[in-house]
């Protein structure tokens, strides 16, 4: 375990509040959680680990408050969440199995390949939502690419709610409400995958997830109520610059 003071427990808190609420209005909050726990001295790997296991009350939250969304999906929803469960324990083994070194030099690239997603997400969906064009539903394509999604998102996860509502656009033509319960409800089911294998493997600063999953649970609640009144593309804009800005600074050390 790595020795953290008190006060960069406050500080994890903190931040996993933000990104529970980040999450919750427009995505991308890993952007903000994982990099104050690499600040406070937690190493990558762990970090990570981490992250995944306090930030996964604020997704059981939003899917609560998109439940209704979810009725009569039933059949096409369960082979994708078969996937998503596969696939999540298959990125969080992955996450073991890498060094630090490895994974260390990774991080930069993940972060800014996250924040250019989140950056292109209105005119991604632009794309994929035209008016008036059917998008046929092509269920053994759609699960693979869930699946590869979700081995992204048990591996390091920021921007995996945007990968998800992408590969679900191009193979459905659900109203985007739904679609977006549907996403909730993946991403939940790649980060309990991911955090059940994590919370065994011995890289999990648990002390801090005592702090950060009940923040995170909070933020999720709070964001899903500011969502009404806040603007997510200036909240989503705040986010991508703090992703780029983090990712400069780990190529440049």
């Known amino acids: ?61 939003g899917v609560a408050a998109q439940r209704e969304d979810l009725k009569g999906l039933s059949r096409t929803v369960r082979p994708q969440l078969v996937a998503s469960a596969v696939g999540g324990l298959v990125g969080s083994i992955l996450l073991i199995v890498t060094s630090e070194s490895v994974f260390r030099a990774l991080v930069p690239f993940l972060i800014l390949a996250s924040s250019i997603l989140l950056a292109v997400q209105d005119r991604l969906r632009s794309w994929i939502f035209v008016p008036g064009e059917h998008h046929e539903s092509h269920l053994v394509a759609q699960v693979a690419c869930v699946g590869l999604a979700a081995v992204y998102g048990g591996y390091f996860g920021a921007g995996l709610g945007i990968m998800l509502i992408a590969v679900l656009g191009l193979f459905s033509d ?30 999990v600063e648990w002390t801090l997830v005592l702090v950060m999953a009940p923040a995170a649970l909070v933020g999720g609640n709070l964001g899903g109520r500011l969502a009404k009144v806040l603007p997510p593309k200036r909240l989503r804009a705040f986010v991508v610059s703090f992703g780029v800005i983090v990712a400069i600074i780990y190529f440049i050390k």
């Open 1 to 61: 375990m790595t020795d953290i003071s008190g006060l960069a427990h406050v500080g994890a808190a903190a931040a996993a509040m933000g990104a529970g609420m980040v999450n919750a209005i427009a995505g991308g909050g890993t952007l903000i959680s994982f990099p104050v726990l690499t600040a406070i001295g937690v190493p990558s790997v762990r970090a990570n680990a981490t992250n995944t296991v306090s930030l996964l009350p604020g997704y059981l939250g």
């Open 174 to 203: 659900l109203p985007l409400t739904r679609l977006n319960a549907v996403k909730l409800l993946l991403a939940f089911v790649v980060n309990l995958s991911a955090a059940a294998f994590l919370s065994f493997s011995g890289k």
